[in-house]
């Protein structure tokens, strides 16, 4: 049987400045109650929770997974041997959530979860993920009601692959991975943030979750 709605929500998506639009979301709080309640915890800004409203969609495997929820405003610090995010000045326990669903993904749209990650990032599935069920440290806890067409855009944003466009092993390929490593290396170096913000699959255009909340 289908996991029962519980509740709803919604959030509003700008790309590179411009109104993409919004999705809404249905939340599965029987299969997953401590999951939904971290993330409506998020989209309500509740106090102990970093919020969704202001988050990033950072990353994007193709045809895979789709990543959200990134507040890049905040930093993870240890304090009396505890993890918390330093939030604004805010100190904001990192919580992870140790769930179950028991739901597989088994189809696109899914919302998704890494239960060890603490703060407020998700995933929306791009395709059936089987490799993220049980005993693979992912939850699903919902799945996308509306604006499919609003993740499809967002999954069709260029990405960082790591590789020129030259074919692997070339003069060229090889002169793009070198310069690549030194302007990283001189990067860190002067101190510049951008130099540690570069993984595979970023997504290379801003998309922030401006606005959110419960139906």
């Given at each position: 049987a289908a996991p029962r709605v519980t509740s709803r929500a919604y959030f509003e998506v700008l790309v590179s400045g411009e109104r993409a639009g919004r999705v809404e979301v249905a939340l599965f709080?029987?299969?997953?109650?401590?999951?939904?309640?971290?993330?409506?915890?998020?989209?309500?800004?509740?106090?102990?929770?970093?919020?969704?409203?202001?988050?990033?969609f950072f990353r994007c495997e193709k045809g895979r997974l789709l990543e959200g929820g990134r507040v890049r405003q905040a930093a993870q610090v240890v304090v009396n041997d505890e993890l918390y995010f330093d939030y604004l000045g805010d100190m904001v326990p990192a919580k992870s959530v140790?769930?179950?669903?028991?739901?597989?993904?088994?189809?696109r749209g899914?919302?998704?979860?890494e239960v060890l990650r603490p703060g407020s990032e998700f995933g929306i599935t791009l395709a059936p993920r089987p490799d993220l069920d049980a005993g693979k440290g992912h939850v699903v806890f919902g799945r996308v009601e509306k604006g499919w067409d609003v993740v499809e855009a967002l999954a069709a944003l260029p990405v960082e692959t790591g590789r020129s466009t030259s074919e692997a092993g070339s003069v060229a390929d090889e002169v793009f991975q070198a310069q690549k490593s030194f302007m990283i290396k001189l990067g860190k170096k002067i101190g510049d943030r951008r130099a540690y913000d570069t993984y595979p699959n970023k997504i290379l255009r801003r998309v922030e979750i401006t606005r959110c909340g419960v139906l």
């Open positions: 709080g029987d299969a997953a109650p401590r999951t939904v309640a971290a993330f409506l915890g998020a989209v309500k800004a509740e106090r102990g929770t970093l919020p969704l409203a202001g988050s990033i140790l769930e179950d669903s028991g739901v597989p993904h088994a189809e899914l919302l998704t979860r």
